[in-house]
């Protein structure tokens, strides 16, 4: 499902704040949500992460961080993967004060059903999320939901994919990530949706150049 770039009409009372977003609008000064995905400054320490520039991956026993990048080492897929059950993670540019999950989710949802897709709206943890059926290269329908949360000048999507979309115990691990991912939004000013750089360690970014064909 792509993510579109279209101009926004979201406005905070439109839908329930993330955790993390409503405590960047209070008058008192951002305080530390209950779990995330966090934003750095809230980032528990002493928690061992893969560094991939915007977003860190806590590292989990029994999940296989997948990562997809280009030549230039600019990362394109991060796929966490556990037993059948996965979930790719995206992060992307969004406004300070306002969430953009409310106006997202409306536009996945209706251009699903305009596909003839089966898709609904479930509640969750983090509040209203998309669950679908969706076909998976051979044809077989997959399980998939979306949840998005809303940060300061951040949003993560997460896409669960496999029996995990439909019940969270067959791979708790994979929602334990979800929980643990921290994201890092640098300073400078991008477009509401535009995705933050994601990028490979050095020591990945020489190992995939030297698996690039010659």
């Known amino acids: 499902m792509p993510f579109r770039k279209r101009p926004r009409h979201v406005r905070p009372d439109d839908a329930p704040q993330s955790e993390a977003l409503a405590y960047s609008m209070t008058s008192g000064g951002p305080q530390k949500p209950e779990f995330g995905p966090w934003d750095e ?3 528990p320490e002493g928690v061992a992460r893969l560094d991939l520039g915007s977003m860190q991956i806590p ?3 029994g999940v296989e961080v ?3 990048a280009g030549p230039d080492g600019n990362v394109e897929h991060v796929v966490l993967v556990s037993g059948a059950g996965a979930v790719e993670f995206g992060v992307f540019a969004a406004p300070r004060t306002e969430g953009i999950w409310d106006e997202v989710r409306a536009e996945m949802l209706r251009e699903m059903k305009a596909g ?3 898709v609904h709206e479930d509640h969750g943890r983090y509040g209203t999320e998309l ?3 969706l076909p998976d290269p051979q044809g077989q329908l997959v399980d998939v939901r979306y949840v998005g949360v809303d940060g300061p000048r951040w949003f993560v999507r997460a896409t669960f994919q496999g029996p995990v979309a439909s ?3 067959h791979a708790p691990v994979l929602w334990e990530c979800l929980e643990g991912l921290v994201v890092v939004r640098d300073d400078e000013p991008r477009p509401v949706r535009e ?3 994601v990028r490979l360690p050095p020591e990945m970014a020489e190992q995939a150049q030297e698996q690039q064909p010659g």
């Open 167 to 169: 019940d969270a115990a």
């Open 66 to 68: 997948r990562v997809q």
């Open 59 to 61: 590292a989990v026993e």
């Open 195 to 197: 995705p933050l750089p």
């Open 116 to 118: 003839g897709l089966g």
């Open 131 to 133: 669950v679908a059926q």
């Open 41 to 43: 400054q809230w980032a």
